[in-house]
Structures are given as C-alpha cells and as structure tokens.
C-alpha cells in the first residue's frame, strides 16, 4: 500500500501534475474592476507592453457596481507549467470579442487559438488584434492580461463537473440530438505558469467595454486632420508626382487632409533604411513644409525591419533578435537603447521636419515572413511574446515623437492587442472582402481598437462607391492606391457623388470628433455592433430554430447581424454591397429617422430599402442631434472657426453634448477642452427650440455661428 502511494506520488511528479482547481483570489483594482491572479505570472504581459495606465477618474464617474459572476464558478489549475481556467456561461448568454474577427460577431461555441497573424481568411483566432477580451450580453467583460499564444474553448466543451450537463440523448432514435451539446464554460489555456484575469462589470455590455476602454487609458482622440481625408499614393512617387496629386484634389474640389507615401520614399525597403531616397525626394524638409503650407500633412509606411544598409544599423544591431525579417534585422523595442537609435532615427529623419504619421507594417504576421516562435530578443522575450506585442510596443514608442512636440498623430498599424486602446492607430490589412470588412468594423468595437475598411480599386464604378460609402463611415476615410493610382474620381459616372460623399464626411466632423471625444474620456466606441443597443432584437435570421437553447453555438450563428452598426450616439449605417439594389434593416425599438431627410422609417421593425447607388442607408434615433459644420476640403486648423450646423432629427426633447478642444494638440490633457451641451426643448403647442451653452473655456472655441435645422419638424 504505502509502496503504490508513493509510485501515484512519483507519477504525479514526472508528468508535473497536477493541482486541483482553486478559485482566484479578487482585488477590486477601480469601481466595478478586479483583478484575479492565477498561478504565478510572467513578468511580461500585455498591459505591460502597452504601458495602459487607468483613467481612474472617469472610471469613478461610471460608479461601482458588484462583481458580476459567481465568485466561486471561476476557478484556474495550473498542470504542466500551464495555467487553465474556466468561467460560468448562463443559458441564453451571448458573447462577443475576442479578436479582431472578420465573419463572425458571435464568439459563443467557438475555440480560438489567439494569435497575432495577417487575417488568413478563417476565424480561428489568428488576426490582426487577437485582443484576449470579451463581452457577455449579460452585461461582464472578462480580459486575460497574458502574451502568450492563448486558446479558448468559448463554451464548446461539456465537463462531467458541469453544473448544467445536458441530458445524454439516443442519436438512433431521437432527432434532437446534437453534436455540439450545451456548454455551460468558457475554458482558457495559456501557456505560462500563471496570468491575471480581470473582470469588468456592466451593468449593460456596453458599460462593460466602456470600463475596459477607460481601464487601458480610454479609447485614442485623433486629431481633427485625422478624420478628414487621406490618400496613399503610389509607391514610388517622387515628390513632384505627390505634389501634382495633392493639387489636383484641391483643384477638382476634392477633400484631402493627409496623404500616406509608401515604401518608396525610403532609399531601401524590405528591409529598410528609413531615410529618404534622394532620388525621389531631393529635398524633404522643402517637400514636406510646402505638403504642411498646402494643409497636407504627410503619412510614412515603414515596417521596423533594418536594411544593414541603414546608417544605424552597426549602432542597433546589438539590440535585435536572433532572426531576421526579410533579412532585415528586428529591433528590441523593449530595450531602452534600440529606442532610442530606432525612433532617434525617425525623428531626426521625419518627425523633426514636419512628418505627422506613420503606417506601420507588416508586424502581424504571416508565419513564413516574421521570426519564428524559437526567435530570441536580447531583453529576454521570446517570439511567442514579441509576436503577440510587437505591432503595441512599435505604435507605444512612436507615439512619444509627437508627444514630445506636443502634437497628435493619427496613423496605421497592422498588429495591435489588449492594452493599446488609447494609441491613435488604425488597423488596417491587405485582404479585401467589402463585406467582411464591415464585420471586422463592428468587431473592432467589442475590443478597443479601430478599424478602417479602406477603399483601393474596384471591378466596377458600383463595387467603388458602395466601398467608398462605408469609408466615410469608418475611423479612417482611406484610399489606399498604393498600388492601383485609383483617385476618388477615376471611375468617372461615380464621380460626382463620390465627391458628395467626401464632402459629407467632412460636413460631419463635428459629430465626429464629439464622439470620438466620448470614446476617449468615456470609453464609449464609435463604431459598433448592433447588439450593444439597447433595444435591439434581432428577428432576422430566425429560420435555425432547432434545440438553439441546447446548441449555444447554432444560437449564436443564427443571430448574427454583420451587416450594420452603429456610428457615434445616433447613427445607424446599413450599407450595401456590390450586387445588391436593397437591403432589409432591423431597426432597434424606438422610432428610426432617414438621415438624408428626417422622415420617420419605423420603430422596432425591419424595413426594406433600395437606395440607389448615390445613397448609403443611415438612420438617426429618435431626439438625434447631429452637429456640422460647412463643407471643407480640410478639417479646421488649430484656431480656425466654423459655423456648426446642428441637425435635429425626430419629435422629442433631448439633450447633445458637443466636445471642443484645438484639435491639433495634446493640451486637452492639460485640461484645455470643452463640453458644450445642445439642449433641444419642445413647447405647449410641439414646437422644438434647440440651443446651446456658451463655451466654458474661452480658450477653444471652434464654433463661431450656431444654427439649428430641424430635420423631420420642419418637413
Ligand atoms: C503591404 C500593405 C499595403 C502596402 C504594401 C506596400 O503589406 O498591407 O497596404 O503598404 O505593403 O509594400
């Protein structure tokens, strides 16, 4: 006996088995967050990366709540130096998140393995920002701070201790059986001896992505430039061809803000030597002052790989890993002296002279391109961590060029993860389905980053216009023609209400910048799925009717609504795609007013519409309020003054609130901003006023003449 005790005691130690499942101890870190701490975590994790830091303020207004689960259904074992945990789902639970997904909104019954890769055409996890958070439609968020290659099993596996274990049932002879029976746990694996898990309550989903935005600093405040319009020219244009095509925008009457120059500004690329090539751009500091006297500011595409042509490369090379990329050499951002060569170089080179942005590419993947998983960097990270962190600590330290001049960027990167939610990058990515796009779009939402569905070249003048509609309602109004030369007017039939549609993104960037203001100090995104407001109820897809309670999976892709979403506080856009004349809408409980002219659509119900092909649909709520201002070919420099239009749209009194800062500056963290609040009120007889509060801080006043145009009353 005692012999057999102790071969079960020798077993359990050659297998590094095993501990029982403990339950995680819970620190409330801010009102309505805590944080668990399983097994013994790593030193490096994702928060770490991004360097987050709590808008601790603005998670006391949002108030405390109580911890969202039970306690004691969150439990972690840590077998074989990796850590599992397990989290209770209820029954009619839905979740959301978890990466940047490009087909799917519903996460629930799925398993993903969250890796850090260009978009490979599947929802397995791999994507650009595989952010290891997600959002229950019962009102929790849950966030795994680990960089590590995590897989999580969302609700597809039965456990024999499940709580809720379906009954077993007879496939000979009962129809409802099903291969993929109710699961009652969402089941992480990370492959690290420990990590932190926090928990974000609601009440609402929402709520809980808000706190999980303000947890990691609040969602990025572009500059006002970075909402107006940006062109990427052809990759090796001189500067007298960027010039040519900046004037033409100007000259047809096409709005333009920034313009993105691409790999061949540099002397060398792939890998590169991020300094100008003299050929194309003799005189850059010139080039670059005369873009800024024109009101363009100017983009680079880089991607971090060094060219040992590069004049830095002797000094970096200490400081990079052991593989290379396209045989260009990896520097460790991590370490303090690679930084400092690296961004030195940049900002000597670029920032100095007037540069405002970059495009950071190429660091998500794929396999055969990156380092491998057996890459090792000098300050001590694995591949496995500086794949999943790479794309963060590139958008961290570029940030601190424009911090230091006291100015905003507002660029593009390829990777991104938990913790970078507050840096003013867009994702962006080389695959290019219209549809699959505007899913991407919504997901972003669910996980505190931004996503733009960039515009290149088309098949057809319909296929240009119906992308071009979604750009304007997206983060970033792209066009991407580094490859293709496609101008807003190249296909010519569409060209005039291409340039409407431009326009009309620039009319709206004061609804826009309030609400990106909103995702900044209140955590709120811009862009998001429909699930998120209140009063949707999707009755669409109701055809997959069978045993949907037992099969959480089928539940979740049944109810899929990829397709439309919101924009800011008011806006519902359902675009269309190449192919399609009309489309169905489901418009959330309340009543739902054309944006184009105020008339009522309905309430709660799904409507059918064909809005020919100059009109993208969008709806406005019920007491909307949508501030604009004239329309310009540039968004309004810092100190410049414009006339806000404030559009009214329904029969009801609300309330707006209307942010303005100077736009260009980081001053607004020096308090150097102001809320405005629109107040729409309405008599005895139903006639509606609108007014607004004179500006608090005299300091920045944006808005010179305010007028107000009742969109549905006056109809
Ligand atoms: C791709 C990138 C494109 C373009 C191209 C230039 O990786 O996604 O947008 O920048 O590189 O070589």
Redesign the pocket.
């Known amino acids: 006996m005692i012999y057999k005790n102790i071969l079960v005691v020798f077993l359990f130690a050659l297998t590094g088995s095993t501990v029982a499942a403990q339950q995680l101890s819970w620190q409330q870190v801010a009102p309505g967050i805590w944080k668990g701490v399983a097994g013994s975590p790593e030193q490096y994790d994702l928060l770490k990366a991004a360097g987050a830091r709590p808008a601790i303020a603005a998670l006391h207004k949002m108030g405390e709540v109580s911890f969202p689960l039970d306690k004691q259904d969150i439990q972690a074992t840590a077998t074989d130096g990796k850590t599992y945990l397990r989290f209770p789902l209820r029954r009619s639970e839905q979740l959301f998140g978890l990466g940047l997904h490009f087909k799917t909104v519903h996460q629930r019954g799925k398993i993903l393995r969250l890796h850090v890769d260009h978009y490979g055409g599947k929802d397995n996890g791999r994507t650009h920002a595989p952010v290891p958070f997600y959002v229950s439609s019962a009102g929790y968020g849950v966030f795994i701070n680990s960089a590590r290659y995590i897989t999580v099993y969302a609700g597809s596996a039965v456990r024999k201790d499940s709580k809720h274990r379906p009954a077993e049932k007879n496939r000979n002879e009962d129809k409802t059986w099903s291969s993929r029976p109710y699961s009652d746990a969402l089941e992480v694996l990370v492959p690290a001896t420990g990590t932190e898990v926090y928990i974000f309550a609601g009440p609402t989903a929402l709520d809980a992505i808000r706190r999980y935005n303000l947890f990691n600093g609040g969602g990025a405040l572009p500059p006002r430039w970075g909402l107006g319009f940006t062109q990427r020219v052809k ?1 090796l244009f001189t500067a007298g061809e960027v010039k040519a095509e900046v004037d033409s925008f100007r000259l047809k009457g096409y709005p333009l803000d920034f313009v993105g120059l ?2 061949g500004w540099q002397s060398r690329a792939y890998p590169g030597t991020f300094e100008w090539d003299s050929r194309r751009y003799p005189d850059p500091a010139g080039f670059v002052r005369e873009m800024l006297d024109k009101n363009i500011r100017l983009n680079l ?1 880089i991607n971090p790989y060094v060219s040992k042509s590069a004049s830095f490369y002797k000094e970096i090379a200490p400081y990079t890993g052991t593989h290379t990329v396209w045989l260009g050499e990896v520097p460790d951002f991590t370490i303090p002296e690679a930084r400092k060569i690296f961004f030195g170089q940049l900002k000597k080179d670029q920032v100095d002279i007037g540069v405002s942005g970059y ?1 950071i ?2 660091v998500d993947g794929y396999d055969y391109y990156l380092w491998p998983d057996v890459a090792r960097f000098p300050g001590g990270l694995t591949g496995e961590q500086m794949r999943q962190t790479y794309g963060v600590l590139a958008m961290r330290y570029s940030l601190d060029l424009f911090r230091k001049r006291n100015e905003r960027t507002y660029g593009l990167v ?1 990777a991104s993860n938990a913790g970078a939610n507050r840096f003013p990058y867009v994702i ?3 695959y290019y389905n219209h549809e699959d796009f505007i899913t991407a779009l919504i997901n972003s939402g669910y996980i505190g980053v931004l996503w733009t569905p960039e515009v290149r070249a088309s098949k057809t003048s319909e296929e240009w216009i119906r992308r071009f509609q979604t750009v304007i309602f997206s983060p970033m109004a792209m066009i ?1 023609a ?1 490859s293709s030369g496609t101008k807003p007017w190249s296909y010519k039939d569409v060209a005039a209400p291409i340039k409407k549609l431009a326009l009309l993104r620039m009319r709206m960037m004061p609804y826009w910048y309030s609400e990106f203001a909103k995702y900044h100090y209140e955590g709120t995104p811009v862009f998001r799925g429909m699930s998120l407001e209140p009063g949707f109820e999707n009755s669409t897809h109701a055809s997959v009717k069978n045993n949907l309670e037992d099969n959480p999976y089928l539940e979740a892709v049944s109810k899929e609504v990829k397709d439309q979403y919101m924009a800011g506080q008011y806006l519902l856009v359902a675009p269309l795609f190449a192919g399609q004349q009309s489309r169905k809408v489901i418009l959330p409980k309340g009543k739902w007013y054309d944006f184009y002219t105020g008339k009522y659509v309905g309430d709660g119900e799904i409507i059918s519409v064909a809005p020919g092909l100059d009109k993208i649909p969008v709806y406005v709520k019920n007491g909307g309020i949508i501030p604009m201002m004239p329309s310009m070919l540039h968004a309004p420099e810092k100190g410049q003054q414009v006339d806000l239009e404030v559009r009214v749209y329904g029969d009801m009194p609300a309330t707006y609130r209307l942010y303005d800062d100077d736009g260009e500056t980081m001053d607004y963290e020096k308090g150097a901003f102001d809320w405005r609040k629109v107040t729409v009120t309405k008599d005895a007889k139903g006639r509606l006023t609108g007014s607004v509060e004179e500006p608090h801080n005299k300091a920045v006043q944006t808005y010179r003449k305010i007028t107000f145009r009742f969109m549905t009353a006056e109809k």
Request: proline content about 8%; hydrophobic content about 15%.
């Open positions: 990759s691409e790999p595409w495009k590419d190429e390829r962006y990515n080389d991407n580094w």
